[in-house]
């Protein structure tokens, strides 16, 4: 497979506090538009991979380029020119407490110092209209917006800068059946109108089955399979065996039986 093809390639990453070892000779490859999980059990390191993804910590050992581009090797333009490219929605939505829907939103593009207030404006308001809100809901504040709506704005935000890769980090965490199938209908939307590529954190089966093309597994350290679901069936290992028992009734009830893209 080509480089180039590749919106995020991990290889030999070693993630390590004190005595702990977290990842160990970790690889993984994403492709260029397509949709990743990432699973494992509890403690497995699957939040601290996604924040060294978008650079927000740094392994111990190894090196992870984004578009072919390692991020640790940049100057700071070059980094912040970099983190322009993706967008993370965090599990808890990270929105700023004291500031409304929409100076959440417009806080990235003010950041970047590119844009007048008007196109901001008319930036957020589009923001929003991709994830569904209505223009009144700009002037509410965090603590009035419901577990939904939270995600929702802190996927806008994520979205702001228009970026090609987003990184979610457990996306359906905390909503109902019916809020978290369509959250995963609005990610596949946007995923389909924008052209991203996807890697997430879940361990909802049910998001798993409705937003995946490939699943990385993360046990033992690092990287055991990265395919589709279906053929996890046949990977021998037991988190990978325990986790997935419920896959085949799900794949069966969505007729979702994924075969890898080709790009």
Known sequence: MSKHSLACEITGVWTQYGSTVIHRDLNLAVR??????LVGGSGSGKTTLLRHIVGLTTPSRGE???FGVNL?????EGARLARNRFGMLFQQGAL????????????PLRELRQFD?????????????????????????????????VKRVALARALALEPELLVLDEPTAGLDPDRSEK??????????QLGLTVVFVTHDLDTLVGMTDRVAVLADQH?????TLSELAHVDHPFAQNFFKGVHERLDRTDKWKTAPTH
């Open 223 to 227: 990287i055991i399979a990265a395919c």
């Open 72 to 76: 640790a090797k940049l100057d700071r």
């Open 117 to 149: 207030e008007e196109s901001i404006h008319l930036l957020v308001m589009h923001k929003l209209a991709l994830v569904e809100l209505e223009p009144k809901h700009a002037w509410l504040l965090p603590a009035q917006l419901s577990g939904g709506m």
């Open 32 to 37: 260029t538009g397509e949709v990743m999980a």
């Open 183 to 192: 959250f995963v209908h609005l990610i596949n939307n946007l995923k389909k």
């Open 96 to 107: 700023f407490s004291a500031l409304t829907v929409y100076d959440n939103i417009a806080f």
């Open 64 to 66: 992870i380029n984004l």
